[in-house]
Nanobody
Framework: VQLQASGGGLVQTGGSLRLSCVAS????????MGWFRQAPGKEREFVAG????????YYADSVKGRFTISRDSAKNTVYLQMNSLKPEDTAVYYCAADRTYYSGGYVSRRNYEYDCWGQGTQVTVFS
């Protein structure tokens, strides 16, 4: 599967951005799609994930209530709506796919669980 992320940019504190990740190459009904981010000098961290089939979601505490992950099956696209942005949200954002099927509503949230990665898109929040 190939992943193409877009939508990053420069935004003022309190502003909003929507990231998109278009998936192609295979069917995705059993996948989990995730967004991660990596700030300069820091490790890549989980932001949000969504089960393609069923739509269960999971968020990092740092973004809960501000970010929303969603998917459009017809467009094979996953979105990350980011509101109330803060300077600490500044990072390169990556979308990723975990092709493992999990029973129940588990949403992958660890780097090693994701085996397909897209290129990053830069998000910069200035005060």
């Amino acid at each position: 599967v190939q992943l193409q992320a877009s939508g990053g940019g420069l935004v003022q504190t309190g502003g909003s951005l929507r990231l998109s990740c278009v998936a192609s190459g295979q069917t995705f009904s059993s996948y989990t799609m995730g967004w991660f981010r990596q700030a300069p000098g820091k490790e890549r961290e989980f932001v949000a994930g969504i089960r393609w089939n069923g739509g269960s979601t999971y968020y990092a505490d740092s973004v809960k209530g501000r970010f929303t992950i969603s998917r459009d099956s017809a467009k094979n696209t996953v979105y990350l709506q980011m509101n109330s942005l803060k300077p600490e949200d500044t990072a390169v954002y990556y979308c990723a796919a975990d092709r493992t099927y999990y029973s129940g509503g588990y949403v992958s949230r660890r780097n090693y669980e994701y085996d397909c990665w897209g290129q990053g898109t830069q998000v910069t929040v200035f005060s």
